[in-house]
T-cell receptor
């Protein structure tokens, strides 16, 4: 059974700050997903990665397979980035995602 | 942009009643999922569906739950006799390939309240 831990649980930042959210998992995975959940509840996929680094706009996701760790970075944060960011993993032989508890990010103007 | 749609967005039902949650996955996707999120808790996997059959299910997905793809577009989750603890947000998701190979696209969720 894979345990997915995220830190921090809550994060408050000022607009423009560089944000880092961390995710660690206990068992080898086939892919790691970063997702965003807005207050209304809907979930949006941000990245899926199995190695290295991906970038989309101001978002960067990295993964270190050996250390079983991933980070999500947000550059030049903006109040509209305020949401819950969730890490989820899939393991070989299974199609399900195992979710972390999420990191609630609040960016103040 | 293609999206996963879920109906209804909110449902209130009495304990013991049957509910059907509906989803229209993205049309060319092959894998379909139901997840749930109890208020304040993390998202939990319920069931995956591929090639017209359940491919995986969790311990939560007991005999009270069933899924169906009645036609080429809809994917439904039925709860036969709802309990108070079934109150949660239910998310449908779909992916072109499995979660190991591609992103999953989630619907906006159905908030189920059992009273």
């Amino acid at each position: 059974k894979n345990e997915v831990e995220q830190s921090p649980q809550n994060l408050t930042a000022q607009e423009g700050e560089f944000i880092t959210i961390n995710c660690s998992y206990s068992v080898g995975i086939s892919a790691l997903h970063w997702l965003q959940q807005h207050p209304g509840g809907g979930i949006v996929s941000l990245f899926m990665l199995s190695s290295g680094k991906k970038k989309h706009g101001r978002l960067i996701a990295t993964i270190n397979i050996q250390e079983k760790h991933s980070s999500l970075h947000i550059t030049a944060s903006h109040p509209r980035d305020s949401a819950v960011y969730i890490c989820a993993v899939s393991q070989g032989g299974s199609e399900k995602l195992v979710f972390g508890k999420g990191t609630k990010l609040t960016v103040n103007p | 942009e293609p999206e996963v749609t879920q109906t209804p967005s909110h449902q209130v039902t009495q304990m013991g009643q049957e509910v059907i949650l509906r989803c229209v996955p993205i049309s060319n996707h092959l894998y379909f999922y139901w997840y749930r999120q109890i208020l304040g808790q993390k998202v939990e996997f319920l069931v995956s569906f591929y090639n017209n059959e359940i491919s995986e299910k969790s311990e939560i997905f007991d005999d009270q739950f069933s899924v169906e793809r009645p036609d080429g577009s809809n994917f439904t989750l039925k709860i036969r006799s709802t309990k108070l603890e079934d109150s949660a947000m239910y998310f449908c998701a779909s992916s072109g390939l499995g979660a190991a190979n591609t992103e999953a696209f989630f619907g906006q969720g159905t908030r189920l309240t059992v009273v």
